[in-house]
């Protein structure tokens, strides 16, 4: 597997790890008012600590189509600065300024 294989697959982990960690989260502060109900009174702060941690983290994880966008532009980047495609630009580039010098020319003596 090359690494765009690699990067994709851990867009995919990291969409099956978000929606994991929402279940988590939800299920968690469901027991949490239910133990509440039962006990009458709250549990102790650090599992409410815990939580919270739990919704930042979930937070912070990128979607799979942001990982999929960097995975993106790390590959082109490589074929930006790639010596065959600077080949093929560089003549380019020269041909359109060229051009434009001409157009500018042209102008000047209109």
């Known amino acids: 597997m090359n ?7 851990l867009a995919g982990f990291v969409g099956n790890l978000t929606g994991f960690l929402i279940f988590v989260l939800i299920f ?4 949490l008012a239910f133990y509440s109900l039962i006990e009458e ?3 102790k702060k650090r599992y409410l600590f815990g939580f919270l941690v739990l919704g930042f983290f979930i937070t912070l994880l990128p979607s799979s189509s942001t990982i999929k966008l ?8 490589r074929v930006i600065y ?3 495609v ?11 300024e060229k051009w434009l010098k001409d157009q500018l020319k042209e102008k000047k003596n209109d």
């Open 3 to 9: 690494n765009l294989s690699w990067f994709i697959y």
């Open 28 to 31: 968690g502060l469901g027991a």
């Open 41 to 43: 009174h709250w549990p």
């Open 70 to 77: 960097v995975a993106a532009s790390e590959f082109a980047e």
């Open 82 to 84: 790639s010596e065959r």
């Open 86 to 96: 600077q080949g093929i630009v560089d003549p380019g580039l020269k041909y359109v």
